[in-house]
């Protein structure tokens, strides 16, 4: 079993930073890309930033340089910093990751449980 566990969430005022990671634990082989999902109230759930394991990245428009997702040099974990956070910013953030869990060539998609980023003042 795959896990994926986020941390680095909270409350920030417009302008401020915050650093999310996230850990991928238990029965894995490899795992391909890494990336984050965002889903505000009501909205659909979409796609922020992707790393691949070559290191190519994909942003949405609205986070391009302010937003910049990383990962470690064992690959299993991934980071987004966001800076200069804005209001649209808030939603809760999920991690996901496609991992190959007995390394026979077939990915999945894993999700983590989420954590919330709220932009206030």
């Known amino acids: 079993q795959v896990q994926l566990v986020e941390s680095g969430g909270g409350l920030v005022q417009p302008g401020g930073s915050l650093r999310l990671s996230c850990a991928a634990s238990?029965?894995?082989?490899?795992?391909?890309?890494m990336g984050w999902f965002r889903q505000a109230p009501g909205k659909r759930r979409e796609l922020v930033a992707l790393?691949?394991?070559?290191?190519?990245?994909t942003y949405q428009d609205s986070v391009k340089g302010r937003f910049t997702i990383s990962r470690d040099n064992a690959k299993t974990t991934v980071y987004l910093q966001m800076n200069n956070l804005k209001p649209d910013d808030t939603a809760v953030y999920y991690c996901t990751a496609e991992g190959d869990p007995l390394g026979l060539g077939h990915y999945y998609d894993y999700w983590g449980q989420g954590t919330q980023v709220t932009v206030s003042s």
């Open positions: 790393i691949t394991s070559g290191g190519s990245t």
């Open positions: 238990g029965r894995i082989f490899s795992i391909n890309a």
